[in-house]
T-cell receptor, first 114, second 114 residues
Framework: DQQVKQNSPSLSVQEGRISILNCDYT??????FLWYKKYPAEGPTFLIS?????DKNEDGRFTVFLNKSAKHLSLHIVPSQPGDSAVYFC?????????????FGEGTQLTVNP | KAGVTQTPRYLIKTRGQQVTLSCSPI?????VSWYQQTPGQGLQFLFE???????NKGNFPGRFSGRQFSNSRSEMNVSTLELGDSALYLC?????????????FGPGTRLTVL
């Protein structure tokens, strides 16, 4: 039962344009969502998070949008840079029932072309 | 501030052996979680420790165990290794055991079972 899904295994964008990575979830108990960036053979690097009481959170070039009714979140990167090329993971936690346990999506490989 | 550190970074074992992996959290962080990343299953939660107590456990067999010391450092042990245990093992730390708090990951230990 895949509770967090990233349906696009890969995404390719031009430098300077917007990258939009999407994530869907099924567990209505999820109340905290995070995005991580990962390079091969390294640990995930935290990018940005959002609580279920919000619908948007921004941090520099990164913005996360949450649509609770659709059980959908997205990460926007503007402008995209070649250094953003990595695998992006969406993760969710249900703090009331599962504490800090993170459930991850399968990841999306983002390639930003110069 | 130093990040999460994991030792060793790489490990090769044979089937039937056991292995112990170590994780030192970020200074001041008291919660440590362990995750397994494999190509087939993605990133999966193993367990979480806080104040030397296991607070949460994922769906892994009893061969996977862990502990946490009074200085918050944590170890993970896998006994009777199987080929399928080959994976990147990631440790993540955070300040609090509850509430909206971000988990920060270490670089991981790459375990290969031959």
């Amino acid at each position: 039962d895949q509770q967090v899904k990233q349906n696009s295994p890969s995404l390719s964008v031009q430098e300077g344009r917007i990258s939009i990575l999407n994530c869907d979830y099924t567990n209505s108990m999820f109340d905290y969502f995070l995005w991580y960036k990962k390079y091969p053979a390294e640990g995930p690097t935290f990018l940005i998070s959002i609580s279920s009481i919000k619908d948007k959170n921004e941090d520099g070039r990164f913005t996360v949008f949450l649509n609770k009714s659709a059980k959908h979140l997205s990460l926007h990167i503007v402008p995209s840079q070649p250094g953003d090329s990595a695998v992006y993971f969406c993760a969710a936690s249900a703090r009331e029932t599962s504490g800090s346990r993170l459930t991850f999506g399968e990841g999306t490989q983002l390639t930003v072309n110069p | 501030k130093a990040g999460v550190t994991q030792t060793p970074r790489y490990l090769i074992k044979t089937r039937g052996q056991q292995v112990t992996l170590s994780c030192s959290p970020i200074s001041g962080h008291r919660s440590v979680s362990w995750y397994q990343q494999t190509p087939g299953q993605g990133l999966q939660f193993l367990f979480e420790y806080f104040s030397e107590t296991q607070r949460n456990k994922g769906n892994f067999p009893g061969r996977f165990s862990g502990r946490q010391f009074s200085n918050s450092r944590s170890e993970m042990n896998v006994s009777t290794l199987e080929l399928g245990d080959s994976a990147l093992y990631l440790c993540a730390s955070r300040k609090l055991a509850g509430g909206a708090d971000t988990q920060y990951f270490g670089p991981g230990t790459r375990l290969t079972v031959l």
